[in-house]
C-alpha cells in the first residue's frame, strides 16, 4: 500500500531527506507540502494524498487538484537527523529549500499539525512570498508560553487548560525534551514498549471513545510503529522536544520578532477537530495569524488526516480554492 506512492529519498541541504511526491491530476494543481508531527510519521497523511491529488474521483472539483509533497520530518523514519541550523527553528529554512531549489515550485501552500504546524509557521513568516496560505489544525502551542497581558475569557480559559494539560498528561515531553536517551533505550529494545509509547496516544488524542480501534485498524496503528522500528528513530524523533527546552531566552526572542515580518500576513485556515489536544479560541489564533477560515469540525481528533481524511481534504480544498490565482 505505501509503494503505491512515489517516494524519493536524497540530500536537501547536506541532509537526506525522505518524501513522497505525487503530481495532481488536473489542469493546474496547486503545489501543497503537507508536514507531520509526533508521534506519527509520513503515513499520516496516506489516506489524505489520494484525495487531494485526484479531487475528480472522490467526488470533489477537478479544478481543485493539487501536487503533494509529504517529507519526512528530520530524525524520523527515513529521513535523516538535522542538529544544525537551529534543528527544529530551521526545519522550515530546510523545507523551502525542498520546495524551491529542489522541486521548483515558487509558489506553494502549506498544512501542518502538531509540529507540522510550527514547521508551516516558521516556513510562511520567513518565505511569505513562497507561501501563498497556511492550513492547520492547531494553534502552534509553544505561543502559549508567552502569555499577553490582556485576555479574553475564552483565551483565559484556554491557558487554564494548557496548564492543566501539561500538569496531566505532558510528562512525556518533558521526558523527551529532557532524558530522550533514557527513554529511547528502553524503546529501542521493545517492540511492545515502543507499540504502547506511540498507541496510547492514537488512543487519547482521537475521537475513539477510549477504544482506539474505532478511528485506526491494528495495520495502521502498526504500519506506524514500524515506520519507527525498522529504522530506530524513536530517539532522533524527540528532538524537536529537546530544541525547545533547550532553547534560550535569544532564541525566543528571534522567534518573536520574526514572527511580525511573515506568517502573521499570510492567509490561514484553521480547521479544528474536538477531540484534539487543546482548543484555543480564534481570538488566540488571530493574535499570530491573519486567520482567513476558521472551522469547529463535528468530528475527528489530533491525526485528523488519517482519522477524518475526507473532512480535512474538502476543508483544505476549500481554503485554497480562492487563493490559487
Known sequence: MLNRFHHFRGPVDGTE??????KGLGPAPLPLLLTHGFPDSFFRFSKLIPLLIDPAA???????AFDVVVPSLPGYGFS???????GLFGFGELWHELMTAELGYSRFGVHGGDWGSTVSEHLARSHASSV??????????????????????????YLAHIERWQKENGAYAMIQGTVPRTAAIGLNDSPAGLAAWIVEKFQAWSD?????EKSFSKDELLTNVMIYWTTETIES??????????AGAMRWLAEAAKKWAGSSATPTGFAM????????????????????????MPSGGHFAALERPELLAEHIRTFFRPLRH
Open 208 to 212: 475513539c471513545g477510549d477504544d482506539v
Open 237 to 246: 524523533s524527540f528532538q524537536p522536544y529537546r530544541d525547545v527546552v533547550r
Open 80 to 86: 535523516e537527523a538535522r542538529q544544525r541550523g537551529g
Open 273 to 296: 477537530f474536538p477531540r484534539d489536544i487543546s482548543h484555543p479560541p480564534r481570538e488566540w489564533a488571530e493574535r499570530y495569524f491573519n486567520v482567513a477560515l476558521w472551522t469547529e
Open 58 to 64: 472522490h467526488g470533489g472539483d477537478v479544478e481543485d
Open 132 to 157: 501563498i496560505g497556511v492550513h492547520l489544525t492547531d494553534v502552534p502551542f509553544w505561543h502559549s508560553f508567552q502569555k499577553p497581558g490582556e485576555l479574553s475569557a475564552n483565551e483565559q480559559k
Open 17 to 22: 531527506i525522505h518524501l513522497i511526491h505525487e
